[in-house]
Nanobody, 122 residues
Framework: QVQLVESGGGSVQAGDSLRLSCAAS????????LAWFRQVPGKEREFVAG????????FYLGSVQDRFTISRDNALSTVYLQMSKLIPDDTAIYYC???????????????WGRGTQVTVSS
């Protein structure tokens, strides 16, 4: 059973950058595809970016395609989300998730971290 712990959130100004990290333990990291989701109060959890087990293929929400980059370091059992040109609409709790097969729906992911808050002010 893999455990996921996010870090790197914070409060920034519009236009700034942040890098989120998600450290995995308790499982074989390369058995999992990984994704970042985000959620604001009153809304469903939204897929942001995903990466396959090898790291060869990545997927993005359209509105972050040109601003966010997901990557993974299988030697460190860590997945990252590099976020640049942040805007207030990016404000949310960001969650790391793992699944055997990559998907875009929260229901397809079995393992979740507790989240890290990102707040972007204008």
């Amino acid at each position: 059973q893999v455990q996921l712990v996010e870090s790197g959130g914070g409060s920034v100004q519009a236009g700034d950058s942040l890098r989120l990290s998600c450290a995995a333990s308790g499982g074989t990291f390369t058995d999992y595809s990984l994704a970042w989701f985000r959620q604001v109060p009153g809304k469903e959890r939204e897929f942001v970016a995903g990466i396959t087990r090898s790291g060869a293929t990545t997927f993005y929400l359209g509105s972050v395609q040109d601003r966010f980059t997901i990557s993974r370091d299988n030697a460190l059992s860590t997945v990252y989300l590099q976020m640049s040109k942040l805007i207030p609409d990016d404000t949310a709790i960001y969650y790391c998730a793992a699944a055997a097969i990559i998907g875009r729906s929260a229901s397809e992911f079995q393992h979740w971290g507790r989240g890290t808050q990102v707040t972007v002010s204008s």
